[in-house]
């Protein structure tokens, strides 16, 4: 192998299942899974905490996140591989972050970073108009255009790698004030920015320049899905319409089984609840979280997505980035000029 970079004799990171894989086949030996869709779920700026929170908010077993692992040997260089999706570059932040609090230098983080395949015309119009990029991975890529980047691999400057480190701290801090204006003014490097608060400002509450109340343009989006008939989350994903393509453009940036979780967490809120639930085709804990339940909208759920809240109360709180959307105790709002405001 001609390249500079052994790819058997340092340590990689892959922030999805298939770039694990791919890179094992290219000859890795060392390869680290940091794969977290951290768009959505509680996130905090200490490690531990961290794992934990997001561990009990997905209710998970396995340990999918390798990141934090204490059998993981760090041996340098260790190479970041991250495409273009937007959850991939949070993960790229967040592993500089932990990297440097093991003591490892910035110039020994070699950052591979990879541009989307270009799409072909032919591509079906809901990935052509996907508003989010969430969908790419270094797996795209060739075996040689991979190896190529391999061999001309090396370090950010230390300004652009200290900028990740600080964006990741402002990520999860619970005041996302700070975070969102870096996103809306743009930092050098990080084009990324734009289109991920585009993202995540989707599942905030909005609220009008009357004042009006209204639901999260993503519970909007899984309310005008549902009606008094009951169904399945896998149903909704699958309705067939303009609206089921703008909750797959979400979905591809949470992951699907976040559709099920937020049902469920509406149908468990409050003794008058907007959303019924019921068992479904499919038994509980069987492996088929898209079918074990069905839902059906209630009056109740009518009344919140046509006429809005009344209180941020009404809706179930959604922890995202460091804060939490519909929280009393931190009640930010997305206002019509795109910025997160208090309430």
Not at 28 to 45: E, F, H, K, Q, Y
Not at 190 to 217: D, I, M, V, Y
Request: aromatic share 8%; charged share 25%; proline share 6%.
């Amino acid at each position: 192998m001609s390249n500079l970079v052994d790819i058997g004799k340092a340590t990689h990171v892959a922030f999805d299942g298939l770039t694990t894989e791919r890179l094992s086949e290219l000859g890795a030996t060392n390869v680290v899974r940091a794969s977290d869709r951290l768009i959505i779920g509680p996130n905090r700026r200490d490690v531990l905490e961290h794992a934990r929170a997001r561990r009990m908010w997905w209710n998970l077993d396995e340990e999918w996140d390798r990141l934090y692992s204490s059998d993981v040997q760090w041996e340098l260089p260790v190479i970041l591989w991250v495409s273009a999706s937007v959850h991939e570059r949070v993960n790229l932040w967040r592993t500089c972050s932990w990297l440097r609090r093991l003591g490892i230098a910035h110039h020994d983080v070699l950052i591979i970073d990879l541009e989307p395949v270009p799409l072909p015309s032919t591509a079906d119009r809901e990935v052509l108009t996907r508003p989010f990029t969430c969908s790419e991975s270094v797996s795209d890529h060739a075996d040689e255009v991979l190896l190529d980047r391999l061999g001309k691999a090396g370090p950010w400057s230390v300004e652009r790698h200290e900028r990740a480190i600080r964006l990741w701290e402002s990520y999860v801090d619970e005041n996302p004030l700070p975070f969102v204006e870096s996103c809306i003014t743009g930092v050098e490097g990080f084009a990324e920015l734009a289109p991920l608060w585009l993202l995540l400002s989707h599942f905030f509450p909005r609220k009008t320049a009357q004042g009006g109340l209204f639901l999260s343009r993503f519970d909007e989006i899984v309310f005008a899905l549902l009606s008094s008939e009951c169904q399945t989350a896998l149903a909704l994903a699958a309705h067939k319409s303009e609206t089921r393509m703008h909750l797959w453009h979400l979905l591809s940036c949470t992951g699907d089984l976040f559709l099920p979780r937020r049902l469920e967490d509406w149908a468990d809120h409050d003794s008058s609840a907007a959303v019924e639930r019921a068992p479904g085709p499919k038994p509980p804990n069987a492996g088929y979280p898209m079918l074990s339940e069905v839902y059906r909208l209630t009056e109740r759920g009518m009344q919140l997505r046509d006429k809005g809240l009344d209180h941020l109360t009404d809706a179930p709180r959604l922890p995202i980035a460091g804060t939490e959307a519909y929280s009393p105790s931190a009640p930010w709002v997305l206002l019509e000029d795109g910025r997160l405001a208090p309430m």
